[in-house]
């Protein structure tokens, strides 16, 4: 009986540790991403360089999706497609474990704190179900969190779900 109990513990552990990398699929190159246009996205790294994304741009450091529920929407599932926040942040030099203070379109700002999700792979969404993502709909960004696959506390990630995210910023310090 304990030598059951033990191997029904260790299976439901490794079920819930899923590797980053299973909770999302790459996605190959969309033809609706790869037109040019206008900067849709501003990094901004702590010694105060900007990088600016437009829809292609983001999409050339490779593009993922998930299904997940969107607390912003009702808790329903909706499929998100965009490139690794991890890559975008790569590209501007800003560390995984950096505090990032996030803007929106309408003035809305939150900070978020990567050390403790690290390892979770976070999309800046530039589709949701297929559909390009506009103002009107939550676009052209939105920052979105795997968490049909993640326990994540909504207390305080609920309000990193950044829709109209325009601009990303390094806090200096990690502050």
């Not at 800046?124 to 960004?141: H, I, T």
Request: charged share 20%.
């Amino acid at each position: 009986m304990r030598r059951l109990l033990l191997s029904l513990t260790l299976l439901t552990l490794s079920a819930c540790a899923r590797p980053a990398s299973s909770l999302y699929t790459p996605v190959e190159a969309d033809p609706q991403l790869a037109t040019p246009g206008p900067v849709v996205l501003t990094v901004i790294n702590a010694a105060g360089k900007e990088f600016t994304f437009t829809r292609a741009g983001l999409a050339a450091l490779g593009l993922v999706r998930f299904s997940t529920p969107d607390p912003s929407r009702k808790n329903e599932a909706h499929e998100y497609t965009g490139p690794l926040l991890s890559a975008v942040l790569r590209e501007a030099g800003i560390a995984q474990t950096a505090t990032l203070q996030l803007v929106a379109l309408d003035k809305y700002k939150t900070d978020l704190k990567l050390a403790p999700i690290r390892d979770v792979p976070v999309i800046l969404a530039l589709k949701s179900d297929g559909q390009l993502l506009e103002p009107r709909n939550f676009g052209p960004v939105y920052m979105t969190f795997p968490y049909g696959g993640v326990k994540l506390d909504p207390n305080i990630y609920n309000a990193a779900w950044v829709w109209q995210l325009y601009r990303i910023e390094e806090r200096p310090g990690g502050a």
